[in-house]
């Protein structure tokens, strides 16, 4: 939590919570693997999440989800000589009619596929192996700025030219991409090291106040015996 959000969660007259401790980022708690995830470093994708899918957000629909896995396949047909890989955030989506035709044209290129769940390594893992991340909006933001990775939000949608960009500060504008057009320029320019994707200008952020480590279960055994 930053100091913006931490200062109007206190002074919240309809907050009951009074007893609060403000931690650090939990994805740091996780362990980290030695062994080699990938057999060169992909593009990691991720996609809207299973809560946003069954929520039916205004921007979120299965005919969104695939325009999404459209916009990566095009990409990775442009660009043969780079890995995509989709780490999809619904497991069972491929089972769907929906997406029985894009399934078909996936199996025609070799650079492109699904993050298998079998592989069960821990997220900070997996996105330090990889090269560039794209992403729907989402924390997956948060955490590749944190870990100082480029990365690229596809924030648009058939429908929506805008997502996020207008009212999120990232302190940097220049990971938005809001067309397929911009997606594929800036995509570009990232792979030749020509933009930065991968830092911030907002040192403040909650993201980059301490690397320290916290036990989210331990801290909240610990509430609760202090509550008792």
């Known amino acids: 939590m930053d100091k913006f959000s931490e200062k109007n969660f206190r002074k919240n007259k309809y907050n009951i919570i009074k007893n609060y401790k403000v931690i650090g980022n939990i994805f740091l708690n996780e362990k980290l693997t030695n062994n ?5 470093k992909p593009i990691l994708c991720f996609d809207y999440s299973v809560k946003n899918l069954n929520e039916q957000m205004y921007d979120v629909s ?3 989800q695939l325009s999404f896995y459209e916009d990566i396949l095009n ?8 890995q995509f890989i989709i780490k999809s955030k ?21 650079n492109i596929s699904f993050y298998s769940f079998f592989n069960n390594y821990s997220l900070e893992s997996i996105l330090k192996n990889s090269k560039i991340i ?12 944190y870990f100082k990775k480029k990365v690229i939000v596809h924030d648009y ?4 030219k805008s997502l996020i960009k207008n009212f999120i500060n990232y302190g940097n ?9 911009e997606l594929q320029f800036k995509f570009c320019k990232a792979v030749k090291n020509e933009i930065n994707l991968s830092s911030s200008k907002l040192k403040d952020h909650y993201f980059y106040k301490t690397k320290q480590k916290y036990d989210i279960k ?3 055994l610990k509430f609760e015996k202090s509550s008792n």
């Open 36 to 40: 080699k995830i990938f057999k060169k």
């Open 218 to 220: 331990y801290e909240l």
């Open 173 to 181: 504008k220049n990971i938005f991409a809001n067309s397929f057009d």
């Open 62 to 64: 299965f005919k969104n």
């Open 134 to 145: 794209i992403t729907k909006p989402s924390s997956v933001i948060d955490l590749a700025l």
């Open 157 to 160: 949608e058939p429908n929506f």
């Open 75 to 82: 990409l990775s047909i442009k660009y043969p000589n780079e």
């Open 90 to 110: 619904f497991k069972d989506f491929r089972n769907f009619p929906e997406f029985k035709k894009f399934k078909k044209q996936l199996k025609k290129y070799k």
